[in-house]
């Protein structure tokens, strides 16, 4: 039993891996992007008409500003952040946080999810998370913390996909 | 023993489903763009000067059709989308295949890839993919054959947040 335990464990560990490695490299991307652009860029549309590349930013730092209640592992840090970049879509007419104090809550935010994430022992990470009921888990247990992960590095995959053109040198 | 090996392959069939509905909800949202999007609407740039629509569509097609051989699992069927769409970058001089063409091959390529993810084993996919080396799966065995798919994901991602806008309908 010890060994198939030990090996049990060590999957999931393999899993947690193979998931905060592709949130870590998206989280990264980003850093490269707003270390490459200027605040100027970040004032243009980085999207036709929609969305200018500071609301953009403003939006992954809400979302993953609530990555931690999410997950029942603690309080936004910036509430208002969810307010101005999630609840509310984007107006060039609206006066939003400055690309200064934005940059800064994207930085914190990050710091703040990677402590947690280094610190939880890999079970933790396949309990449900607290927008699911206990009855629908037992049902749906693919419906487990590290699967918001999941789906937050892909949201933030596409928002990068409209962001990098602000920027010069572009990658693919 | 028996329940323990039972829980652990489980739980392994737990992550896959993770990781295949994230990867089949990315190919379901390219498939409503496709859905909606005129032909004539594809042959527009996608990012502000480069990459129209249609080429980051036989890009995907084309990274999607490469997805068997590098699981090991199969060979390529469209091996020209990988020259003109994977190996060569966009040209705006360079006559690609028709939308026709493109659409086609995207829904042919992903049924293929839909046919043998659904035949696998969970096991299978923590085995190694073919462009990592047994001695270094040996230190690395997050670097498994689902790994690729996360990271297929997420590429897919970051191509449908350039290509959106295409469209009037857009979503976030």
């Known amino acids: 039993m010890t060994t198939s335990a030990t090996l049990y464990k060590g999957e999931k560990q393999i899993f947690v891996k193979m998931v905060l490695d592709a949130w870590r490299t998206q989280n990264s991307r980003v850093d490269k992007f707003l270390a490459e652009v200027s605040d100027e860029q970040l004032a243009w549309p980085a999207v036709l008409g929609r969305n200018s590349g500071l609301y953009v930013i403003g939006h ?6 609530g990555l931690l209640p999410i997950l029942g592992w603690g309080e936004r840090k910036y509430s208002e952040f969810e307010e ?14 400055t690309a200064a104090e ?23 990470w396949f309990d449900r998370h607290t927008a699911v009921s206990a009855e629908d888990f037992a049902k749906e247990p693919h419906r487990n913390r590290l699967n918001v992960i999941v789906s937050r590095t892909n949201h933030q995959s596409y928002h990068l996909g409209q962001l990098l053109f602000l920027t010069k040198n572009r990658e693919d």
């Not at 101005?84 to 946080?97: C, L």
């Open 60 to 65: 992954l730092t809400g979302i993953t500003d």
């Open 84 to 97: 101005t970049f999630v609840k509310r879509p984007y107006d060039p007419e609206v006066k939003i946080a």
């Open 102 to 124: 934005v940059r800064k809550a994207w930085k914190r935010v990050n710091e703040i999810a990677e402590k947690k994430f280094s610190e939880v022992e890999p079970d933790e």
